[in-house]
């Protein structure tokens, strides 16, 4: 009987209600999307570093070694290529992953992307480095991105490749190991890529559990005159629990499934976004059965459960709803709470264990969220107490009546404030390093210097390169001859290529490309996880604003046809937003910039300060331009000459 | 005693319906008109077309001499915000705003200061009976209440026309008619006049004079005797 009863409601609600469903169907769509996203994110990194980590290897237990891995960094253009070094150490040797069998010793296996290079590029800057031609391509499951550029090459156990060691600078690559199979571990470094892309999943996932909760709640703003109806004619709590969510689930299960049909179509767009050095496969980002099902499962259930929460009012009272009084203030312990997470802050470092943080900054996100309603009423009373013009006095009345529905309007923009705020705090500045263009350095680890210094000197010779060969110590040093273009300095690389076992001749650049990559992905993911917050901010401002139409529009109808200047109305609407938007959209910055200083790095850059402007300023015409869009359903629902409630 | 508001030759359609079929109406200075009918009669597009909220297809209004149906939308409102006062069933507070700022809102519109604008609506609030309810908010006051707020808050401007359509239809007959003599007894001494739009014998009692509307035509009673 509930379930049919629903059913006509939701019919019958008329074009407005059906409206308001389409809007409720419209968010949780855009937060499915989004959340299918930001879970798909971690699983995609994860997905990476698995694909990396037989180029990682754990040494073999005593006399279980099948094969020798080492690997190291060489350069082509601005790119890094990594060169695995294989040698079996006998006829059980393993084939890695995403090769048909074990390179044998001299062969060469290049992925399709540095196999394409060492075609088009000349061979004096690129394809001398290996032995040619190649004797296979490397499948993706060897590769971190399609883009990748990787070289594995078979050796003999004693060649010198095999048994040199790397040294311990960063980008030196990892010394031979003995191994007992090439599955491997995930590396350190990806581990601070699963790290940032959790932080991140935390930091756009907050937001749009609110945003879900208010797309919930937007269904139950349009049906509680109803539903109070229904209880005023003797429908028992659980009839009306049970209708509403009903509702809810329903309009939330179809909202999800257009969501990640939404996110199947977006997949080859986000595949382009560029995170160490390349693309993503698409496999990487769409997300398994488990993940698709628990996300088709909860969307609904959490929307559910957010309506029953925001229909409690009814349940408890009839006469609630019905009669509009005035609502309990909002309890100061609210702000506490988030007083209480952010003192705990300060006692956080990167050495506490990364649950901890992540814990403490999604509490911390929570907490900022439980104690805006309370902020929006406080700065309504003031509003309202100061105001001298209808329309201030209107938003003001309105901020303090409902400071939860205000709140909603401007969490989203609020949330991304404190977002912006704990990023910009911790982007440290460019890497400022003085790299002289056409210096080429290696490292000397076995032999005098002097002589491999002379060997430069030959193969540079002979390869009609005009260059200044010294030696310092272990370090010897090329300054190539000429104007330093990108081509001449590969005719270097090439012709040093194995001048030092296990050793690449480098730029400064080069030493630097590690650190400018993963500041390069930092930036990145700032702008993806503000774009996320923002279209999740903006959405739920337009949202809010047109429900808020919605549930005003006979007032809003009798006012205009008494002569209120519909731009009175507007400008209330417009304060409504602006106002809590200005003060609550600097305290979350503040907060999240306040959460951010126990683990920067070095002192912010001016990129930091860049993003954290360009998000004001975004996040204000962003919202104002969504309360501007639903101008047209001010007009139109003032225009009725004779409202009536529905 | 002159016409403050007259209605001449109005005709309005929707669609194929004709809802105001050559419809001639006259108001005196604080005079109390009842227009009656059932319902789709025409009424409502009557007090509408006379309010300047809907534009006749035909016919003219006029404000004491000034034709309001040719005024732009700008004009009309501002005309319903300063010369016209209005009432309607329900829903027309703001449930935000406490019943004293309810009524000093139209004031405020019209420029005056939030101070000023609140210490005159105070002011009716003793002769309306509702001393001591100015701080409620209009969930907190009775539909009486509520409706006697409406009633200070459409003389509060000291309009020339108070324009009330069913203004007891969500009351019980008794605060329905306690609300009636308020509205009829305030607007008269206001000077303004009072047109009541209702299908109730009860309400049309307390006006001077009743108007019957059926299909889109007056029966008896557009001009005064």
Same mark, same amino acid.
């Given at each position: ?7 006509? $409601?939701?019919? +019958? ?35 990476? /570093? ?22 190291? @960094? ?9 060169? =695995? ?12 992953? #995403? ?6 010793? #001299? ?26 031609? /190649? ?46 199979? $090439? ?27 609110? @945003? ?23 429908? *028992? ?13 329903? !309009? ?29 496969? /698409?496999?990487?980002?769409?997300? +398994? ?9 909860? =969307? ?6 957010? /309506? ?109 404030? @404190? ?57 010897? *040093? ?20 194995? $001048? ?5 001749? *480098? ?19 700032? =702008? ?35 002569? *209120?200047? $519909? ?31 126990? @683990? ?15 998000? !004001? ?6 919202? !104002? ?22 | ?105 139209? %004031? ?32 907190? %006051? ?84």
């Amino acid at each position: 009987m509930n379930l049919d009863l629903t059913w006509r $409601l939701l019919r +019958g609600g008329g074009p407005r209600g059906l409206l308001g469903t389409w809007l409720t169907l419209g968010a949780v769509a855009v937060s499915t999307m989004l959340l299918l996203f930001a879970v798909t994110a971690n699983f995609a990194f994860q997905a990476r /570093a698995d694909r990396a980590a037989w180029r990682n290897p754990v040494p073999a237990a005593e006399g279980r070694a099948v094969a020798v891995e080492a690997d190291r @960094f060489d350069y082509v253009r601005d790119m890094v290529i990594t060169v =695995v070094d294989l040698a079996a150490l006998g006829p059980d040797a393993p084939a890695p992953p #995403g090769l048909a069998r074990f390179p044998a010793p #001299g062969e060469v296996w290049l992925s399709p992307a540095l196999a394409e290079l060492v075609r088009s590029l000349p061979a004096d800057q690129l394809a001398n480095r290996f032995t040619t031609p /190649a004797a296979g391509v490397l499948g993706e499951q060897a590769l971190v991105h399609s883009e990748e550029l990787v070289a594995v090459v078979g050796h003999e156990p004693g060649s010198p490749e095999m048994t040199a060691e790397r040294g311990g600078a960063p980008n030196a690559g990892r010394s031979p190991v003995k191994v007992a199979d $090439l599955s491997g571990e995930r590396s350190r470094d990806s581990g601070v890529y699963q790290v940032l892309a959790l932080i991140a999943s935390v930091l756009m996932v907050v937001p749009l559990l609110v @945003f879900g909760g208010a797309a919930a709640r937007l269904t139950v703003a349009r049906r509680d005159q109803r539903l109070a109806a229904l209880r005023l004619v003797g429908a *028992t709590p659980g009839q009306v629990v049970r209708m509403t969510v009903a509702e809810a689930v329903v !309009v939330a299960f179809a909202g999800a499934l257009a969501g990640t049909a939404g996110y199947a179509l977006a997949v080859p767009l986000l595949t382009r976004v560029r995170i160490g050095g390349g693309p993503w496969f /698409a496999a990487d980002l769409w997300p +398994g059965p488990p993940v698709l099902a628990a996300v088709l499962v909860s =969307v609904p259930l959490l929307v559910g459960l957010s /309506a029953v929460v925001g229909l409690r009012r009814v349940v408890v009272g009839p006469l609630g709803v019905a009669k509009r009084e005035t609502p309990p203030a909002l309890r100061f312990l609210r702000v506490l709470a988030l007083l209480a997470v952010l003192a705990v802050f300060p006692l956080l470092s990167l050495d506490v264990h990364l649950g901890v943080i992540a814990v403490a900054l999604a509490l911390a996100f929570l907490g900022v969220n439980l104690a805006g309603p309370w902020v929006v009423a406080v700065i309504g009373r003031i509003t309202a107490g100061s105001a001298r013009t209808p329309a201030r006095l209107l938003a003001g009345r309105r901020l303090v009546d409902d400071p939860r529905s205000a709140w909603r309007t401007v969490s989203g923009v609020a949330m991304t404030g @404190f977002v912006a705020g704990f990023i910009g705090l911790l982007s440290p500045g460019t890497f400022t390093g003085e790299a002289t263009p056409g210096l080429l350095s290696v490292t000397v680890t076995e032999g005098r210097p002097s002589a491999v210094a002379e060997r430069a000197r030959e193969r540079l010779g002979e390869a009609g390169l005009a260059a200044t060969v010294r030696h310092s110590g272990k370090l010897v *040093t090329v300054t190539l001859a000429g104007p330093a273009d990108p081509a001449a300095v590969d005719r270097g690389r090439t012709a040093l290529a194995g $001048l030092v076992p296990g050793r690449t001749p *480098t730029t400064g650049a080069d030493d630097e490309q590690a650190g400018v990559q993963l500041l390069a992905d930092v930036g990145v993911g700032t =702008v993806v996880v503000l774009s996320v917050s923002f279209l999740v901010a903006i959405a739920s401002a337009g949202i809010t604003a047109a429900s808020s139409i919605l549930d005003r529009r006979q007032t809003y109808a009798l006012l205009c046809l008494a002569g *209120t200047p $519909l731009e009175v109305l507007d400008r209330a609407r417009r304060a409504e937003t602006l106002i809590p938007l200005t003060v609550m959209g600097g305290g979350a910055i503040a907060a999240g910039a306040f959460c951010a200083a126990p @683990f920067m790095i070095g002192p912010p850059g001016v990129n930091g300060a860049i993003t954290l402007l360009t998000c !004001v300023a975004i996040g204000f015409a962003g919202v !104002v331009g969504a309360g501007a869009l639903s101008r047209p359903l001010l007009r139109s629902v003032t225009a009725d000459p004779a409202p009536r409630p529905d | 005693m002159n016409d403050v508001l007259v209605g001449r030759s109005l005709t309005k359609r929707f669609g194929r319906t004709v809802a105001l079929d050559g419809v001639d109406i006259a108001v005196r200075t604080a005079e109390a008109v009842a227009i009656m009918g059932p319902s789709g009669s025409g009424k409502s597009t009557l007090l509408h077309c006379l309010a300047g909220v809907t534009g006749p297809d035909s016919g003219e209004v006029h404000l004491l001499g000034r034709r309001v149906d040719t005024m732009r939308e700008r004009a009309r409102s501002a005309l319903r915000r300063t010369r016209f006062g209005f009432v309607f069933q329900f829903g027309q507070l703001l449930p935000e705003l406490p019943a004293e700022e309810n009524v000093a809102l139209p %004031l405020m519109l019209g420029g005056v200061p939030r101070r000023q604008a609140v210490r005159q609506a105070r002011e009716w609030f003793g002769p309306l009976g509702l001393a001591g309810m100015e701080t409620r908010r209009p969930g907190e %006051l009775s539909g009486g209440q509520a409706q006697r707020v409406a009633i200070a808050r459409a003389l509060v401007t000291e309009p020339a026309v108070v324009f009330a359509d069913e203004p007891t239809g969500a009351l019980d007959q008794t605060t329905g008619h306690e609300t009636m003599r308020l509205l009829t007894e305030a607007t008269r001494h206001n000077g303004a006049c009072l047109i009541v739009v209702t299908h109730d014998p009860g309400v049309a009692a307390w006006c001077d004079r009743t108007v019957e509307v059926r299909d889109g035509r007056l029966l008896t009673g557009g001009m005064a005797a």
